[in-house]
Nanobody, 123 residues
Framework: QVQLAESGGGMVQAGGSLRVSCVRS???????FGWFRQAPGKEREFVAA????????WYGVPAQGRFTISRDKAKNTVYLQMNRLKPEDTGVYYC?????????????????WGQGTQVTVSS
């Protein structure tokens, strides 16, 4: 079992930066951790993912060039640093853990989810 707890969301002006965090607890074998987001009235979309052991990142279109995913093994935490934020980045950001097969960009591959943290970018 894996438990995930996000924090760090908030309100920021367009062009600003924000870092959201996801603390993991529980054991998994060869886990991957992803960040997804969901805007009001829209489907949840892939933002970024990272392999816990290999430290390899993947980025979705919304994140490329602006966001950075990282992990701190000592703190059992995955981060998403978001720079040059835009109003369209507004949404609830979810951390998820993927422990089996399937693409890290596919929402259906993830087994565990956090409760989400709200990010609001004002224009």
């Amino acid at each position: 079992q894996v438990q995930l707890a996000e924090s760090g969301g908030g309100m920021v002006q367009a062009g600003g930066s924000l870092r959201v965090s996801c603390v993991r607890s529980g054991y998994t074998f060869r886990p991957y951790f992803g960040w997804f987001r969901q805007a009001p009235g829209k489907e949840r979309e892939f933002v970024a993912a990272i392999s816990w052991h290999e430290d390899s990142p993947w980025y979705g279109v919304p994140a490329q060039g602006r966001f950075t995913i990282s992990r701190d093994k000592a703190k059992n935490t995955v981060y998403l640093q978001m720079n040059r934020l835009k109003p369209e980045d507004t949404g609830v950001y979810y951390c998820a853990a993927h422990t089996g097969s399937g693409s890290v960009t596919d929402i259906g591959s993830y087994d565990y989810w956090g409760q989400g943290t709200q990010v609001t970018v004002s224009s």
